[in-house]
């Protein structure tokens, strides 16, 4: 060897640790929260990742590693958060971490280390996971209050499903806090199905997220490195012939280096690597073969009882690879190949007998000692070495295992390819029911709940298909029954509608009272309630709740309390509903029910809002979040509750934290029809607002545009009233007669009277807009309408104002908005009343909504509300006072966000000036822009020296 064969001086790559200093100071201040390099095999990933460390550290940032291994793809579930977990433990204590959580959250991070005791008994598929991401993510926000964090994890090409998802959900909630994440992957190994192209293009389009992609050396930066690992400067035409057959890859400019003077340039990149290793004494190869079986990273004492050989014997046999830099020395008496492509190139040399030779001695050392590797690893490396020693029995045995540990660790995607590795060896392994203690269809059913936990909904159907064809359902009715249920559940997530034939068939196999009954009982009667038969639901409510209390299952009993509650509301009975409500609530609380209470609270929120108390609404929502939040159900319960928060901001007229909500909400990776109510309510907006394209956008995602079927009523009724919406704010009243029509004749559209109010109001705009091109058939739909009202009740005092607008009270309906602080709903029946009296000749009547209007609008930035406002007031000749006192209408922050304005800075310079975020910033501008009518920052600054609001 010619010298070092790693350059002792970092060549290059300024640029990009400009890009990472930059990101640094961005999360400080809370505007970034994750980098994504991507870079080719041996461009120097590492070594990069390693020098920006090393100056974040010397910059007081406490830096976190974790690392992705090959074998995570089977089912090594959140390796690189545990190696950061298990950094943090070192360098504090378990208790200092523990510390950091919220009471007893620190169980569920024994899943990933041991040193945290048993985990937290709770293994609800639905929620656990997710309980798990939310401790992560706050422990990440409580150490970064100390100091900013940079979390460092390398090769997330081979990250398991369920890092990736944590990856996807930290970089999308890890805001307003000092942390960093740093992700590498291999760019080249990205192939078209690769199972992390789509979560980049994802994180690709969250804020705060930047991509860098690492180039190649350039012919000067390979001279300088060449001269760093010889210790001179190479000659001209040594180092023309290194660039051009190493093609600036950093890994191949050391490789070449190594082979020497004579080398004769092998012609493909394996044999490059393997030149270094070729060099070595056949015994040192001959280990390396073995302790590339290993994996990436291998303990001494593993390699040693594997081998065969002593201490001694290892030790000099090592010797040679750790000089050549083949391997390097790790923490805990560990080695590991310095690049995994090395590790990779030897393990390919392996012949087959070697290959499963190998693996089998691996297996048979760690089965007699599973404290040879890191704690939490056993299972999944003796399923590994078992498969790969082609062991069908211990294979299947050991897949097994692995797949019930990866179950507690709600590592569920990765229990799935272990799950189906055991069904695939089945049949190869006589007695394999004994082996494992069950039987093939419960298998399956353990598969199929991994697949609903993971949102896997093809293979969930497709594993239960399989277990229902194996049961017979007059021998186990109730298995039957309950794989049904589940069943049903996919389907509908997958969009599919009509299964109240399958509920059916399913109560029918359990007549008898009992568990799987009021199972049963409760999905079917939520269900049907729904789906607008009521009556029929709230029959099944009440069966399933005296069946829930004789048999004393208090969380039962609370979800049919909660089902009651929903019929209550629907029969516009809100007492009744929010009594139910609270009950259901007292129970989780006294049983530790976090799912009951969370969704208690979530349904509290929209009673509420129905009944006008916004205010209490809102601040029953943030309660709802921080239990969400503790009990790990903010993903699913927590995203409802967002929801109906955001339902109630947008009627306060408080559009920019409604907007900001649902972002949140959408960032938690909500299940598909609370995304859908999320982008309704955005929709809303936007419509307000006149934003065509993005409701467009939305109503092409909900299936509307393509009269996608829905079976949900409350579904149906609010994405036909943004689709009228759409077409009355395109100018084509004609079209939405139409959509209006269709709806008039739904026949469940009276089950929810609110809502049916509130669509009605909007059917009552569309025919007075229709009636002067299309007025027969306007006057058919308004009479239709007018039926239809005749059968509804009224539910509270929202209800009360929708009936006023229907019926074109308007002023009625004004007061009413008003009393209920809902400004645009107000400044809507301001003009609409302003155009009764300007019809009748009364301008002066006119005027006087139009001048009380046009601020409610203009505060909200509603343009095509006030487009109209302004429009009529040209009409009737009524001038809209200019409002002399500006000033009155900005706050405190805004003035200062406008002071500075005025003086030229950018939104970045202000938001460094005030200590918000930029995104703030961008907020606070737009209000001032529609505050004070102006279309630009310039115009802005002008009107504030014009109104003297500066002063």
């Known amino acids: 060897m010619l010298g070092r064969s790693v350059s002792p001086v970092f060549v290059g790559r300024q640029d990009e640790l400009e890009v990472l200093a930059e990101a640094y100071d961005e999360a400080r201040k809370g505007s970034a929260t994750a980098v994504l390099m991507g870079g080719e095999a041996g461009v120097g990933k590492t070594r990069i990742v390693q020098r920006f460390s090393e100056r974040a550290s010397q910059d007081g940032a406490h830096v976190l590693f974790g690392g992705c291994v090959e074998l995570s793809s089977e089912g090594l579930a959140y390796a690189p958060f545990t190696a950061a977990l298990r950094q943090l433990v070192r360098e504090t204590s378990t208790t200092h971490v523990a510390s950091l959580l919220p009471e007893g959250a620190a169980r569920d991070l024994a899943r990933l280390l041991p040193e945290f005791g048993a985990p937290s008994a709770d293994g609800d598929t639905d929620t656990g996971r997710a309980r798990l991401f939310e401790q992560f993510l706050t422990l990440l926000e409580r150490v970064s209050e100390s100091r900013p964090t940079v979390l460092v994890i390398e090769d997330i090409h081979w990250a398991d499903r369920s890092s990736r998802d944590l990856i996807a959900f930290l970089s999308r909630n890890l805001r307003a806090v000092p942390v960093l994440m740093v992700l590498t992957y291999r760019s080249d190994d990205l192939h078209r199905q690769h199972p992390l192209r789509p979560v ?149 040399e392996l012949l087959p007998g070697e290959h499963q030779r190998l693996h089998a001695r691996y297996a048979e050392e760690i089965s007699k000692n599973r404290m040879l590797v890191p704690p939490g690893r056993a299972y999944v490396e003796l399923a590994h070495h078992w498969y790969s020693a082609r062991d069908d029995e211990q294979a299947l045995v050991s897949a097994w295992e692995a797949a019930r540990k990866s179950f507690k660790a709600f590592a569920y995607t990765e229990a799935i390819p272990l799950l189906e590795r055991v069904l695939m060896l089945w049949d190869k392994v006589p007695d394999a029911s004994q082996l494992i203690g069950v039987s093939h269809t419960d298998v399956l059913e353990k598969a199929a709940s991994a697949a609903a936990a993971g949102s896997e909904i093809e293979k969930g159907l ?71 038969e009521v009556e029929e639901g ?121 907007i900001e909500t649902v972002e949140r909400a959408l960032s938690l990776g909500p299940a598909l029809r609370n995304r859908y109510h999320l982008i309704r309510v955005r929709a809303d907006i936007a419509l307000s607002r006149g934003e065509l394209e993005y409701v467009e956008g939305i109503l092409g995602e909900l299936g509307v545009l393509k009269e996608r079927p ?33 709806i008039l004749g739904h026949p469940l559209l009276s089950s929810k009277a609110m809502l049916t109010w509130r669509l009605l109001s909007v059917i009552r705009l569309v025919c007075d807009a229709a009636s002067a091109v299309e007025p027969a058939r306007a006057t058919a739909v308004r009479e239709h309408a007018r039926a239809v009202a005749a059968g509804l009740r009224r539910s509270g005092p929202v209800a009360t104002a929708y009936q006023l607008t229907f019926n074109g009270d308007f002023d009625a309906a004004a007061t009413a908005w008003e009393a209920l602080k809902r400004p645009h709903a107000q400044a809507k029946a301001l003009l609409h009343a302003a155009s009764e009296f300007a019809h009748s000749g009364d301008r002066d009547s006119a005027a006087v909504r139009l001048r009380a209007a046009h601020p409610l609008a203009s505060a909200l930035r509603a343009t095509p509300l006030i487009t109209e406002i302004e429009t009529l007031s040209r009409r009737v000749g009524a001038t809209l006072e200019q409002q002399d006192g500006s000033s009155e209408l900005l706050t405190p922050r805004e003035l200062e966000v406008l002071r500075l304005v005025a003086l030229g800075r950018s939104n970045r310079d202000i938001a460094a000036e005030l200590f918000i975020s930029a995104k703030t910033v961008s907020v606070h501008v737009s209000n001032i822009l529609g505050k004070l009518g102006v279309g630009s920052r310039g115009e802005a600054a002008a009107a504030a020296h014009r109104l003297s609001l500066l002063a």
């Open 710 to 742: 829905e079976d949900f009523v409350q579904d149906i009724t609010n994405s036909t009233r943004l689709h009228i919406g759409w077409h009355l704010l395109k100018g084509e009243p004609d079209v939405a007669l139409s959509v209006a029509e269709r």
């Open 200 to 348: 980049l293009a994802e994180l690709g389009r969250v804020e705060g997220v930047l991509r860098l992609d690492l180039p190649r050396l350039s012919r000067d930066e390979v001279a300088q490195q060449m001269a760093g690992i010889l210790g001179n400067t190479p000659e001209y035409t040594s180092v023309q012939s290194v660039y051009e057959r190493s093609e600036g890859i950093p890994l191949f400019v050391e490789a070449l280096i190594e082979c020497g003077v004579e080398c004769a340039f092998p012609d493909s990149m394996q044999d490059l690597i393997l030149g270094s290793v070729e060099r070595l004494p056949e015994e040192t190869q001959r280990l390396l073969r073995t302790a590339a079986a290993g994996g990436t990273r291998i303990g001494h004492t593993l390699l040693a009882r594997v081998s065969g050989l002593s201490d001694i014997e290892l030790e000099s046999a090592l010797r040679p690879a750790i000089a050549g830099n083949v391997l390097q020395i790790a923490d805990n008496r560990a080695y590991v190949f310095r690049h995994a492509l090395i590790r990779e190139a030897v393990h390919d």
């Open 538 to 658: 709230r029959q099944q409510a009440e069966e399933g709740l005296r069946l829930a209390r004789e048999l004393g299952d208090a969380g039962l009993e609370g979800d049919f309390l909660l089902d009651r509650a929903l019929g209550f509301s629907i029969h516009s009975d809100l007492e009744s509903t929010i009594d139910h409500i609270m009950r259901a609530r007292d129970l989780g609380e006294q049983t530790g029910d976090g799912s009951l209470v969370t969704r208690a609270i979530g349904n509290g929120v929209d009673s509420l809002c129905e009944l006008g108390r916004l205010d209490d609404a809102i601040e029953l929502s943030f309660e709802g979040e921080r239990l969400a939040k503790k009990y790990g159900r903010l993903r699913t319960n927590g995203t409802f509750i967002l929801n109906n928060r955001a339902e109630a901001l947008e009627a306060l007229g408080r559009w920019d934290e409604a």
């Open 462 to 532: 497709k594993f239960i298909k399989g277990a229902l064809k194996e049961l017979d359902e007059a021998v186990e009715p109730e298995r039957v029954a309950l794989l049904i249920i589940k069943q049903i559940g996919l389907s509908i997530s997958k969009g599919k509608q009509s299964m109240i034939g399958d509920y059916r068939h399913a109560l029918g196999l359990v007549p008898q009272p009992g568990f799987a009954r009021a199972q049963v009982l409760h999905h079917m009667g939520r269900h049907l309630m729904l789906i607008g």
